[in-house]
């Protein structure tokens, strides 16, 4: 069973620093990786997709990287902002049209 | 371009009331859908994901139901609601590889 795991839970930092949110998984056969935004109380809003013959996407001051081999993500946020305080969340696929499996992600807040 | 509907936004209901939320996707056809649950504290659950119109998969057995009537509408119901229920509903669908969530229902089960 695939197991999705994000590191650190919450993160603070002040605003302009880089910094990097991390995302495991358990099983390294997966057919791809999509990063996700939610506000609070708010649904969740699609940041990056990649697929498993990626290694990385970038949007903006956003970068996503993947490692299949080690069953590792990254997400690097360049000179953080307050509005990217939100969750971040990881989920996985493990094939086309296939459900998502979600960590438990990360809970970011920039300081002003 | 495609947009997903879903409501409502919040709902209160007493315990072992009935339950019915719904999902709609406009500007695509025979898309994936899905119900998840966000419980307070926990991460996202998969409750259940539809193919097709009347194809129904159930990923965890539970007090609730899905239904597909029409190839663009996902309804989530149960007949009886429980304390337990309580949390965050949020529809998804799915032109592969890609997910797009709907803005959730926030249910309250008191």
């Known amino acids: 069973k695939q197991e999705v795991t994000q590191i650190p839970a919450a993160l603070s930092v002040p605003e302009g620093e880089n910094l990097v949110l991390n995302c495991s998984f358990t099983d390294s056969a997966i057919y791809n990786l999509q990063w996700f935004r939610q506000d609070p109380g708010k649904g969740l809003t699609s940041l990056l997709l990649?697929?498993?013959?990626?290694r990385e996407q970038t949007s903006g001051r956003l970068n996503a990287s993947l490692d299949k081999s080690s069953g590792r993500s990254t997400l690097y946020i360049a000179a953080s902002q307050p509005g990217d305080s939100a969750t971040y969340l990881c989920?996985?696929?493990?094939?086309?049209?296939?459900?998502?499996?979600f960590g438990g992600g990360t809970r970011l807040m920039v300081k002003p | 371009s495609q947009t997903i509907h879903q409501w409502p936004a919040t709902l209160v209901q007493p315990v072992g009331s009935p339950l019915s939320l719904e999902c709609t996707v406009e500007g695509t056809s025979n898309p994936n859908l899905y119900w998840y649950r966000q419980a307070a504290g926990r991460g996202l659950q998969l409750l259940f994901y539809s193919v097709g119109i009347g194809q129904i998969s159930s990923e965890v057995p539970q007090n609730l139901s899905a239904s597909r009537p029409q190839d663009r509408q996902f309804i989530l119901s149960s007949k009886k609601l429980l304390l337990s229920d309580s949390g965050f509903y949020l529809c998804a669908w799915s032109p592969p590889p890609e997910a797009f969530f709907g803005q959730g229902t926030r249910l309250t089960v008191v």
């Open positions: 990649i697929q498993s013959s990626q």
């Open positions: 989920a996985v696929a493990l094939w086309i049209g296939n459900m998502l499996t």
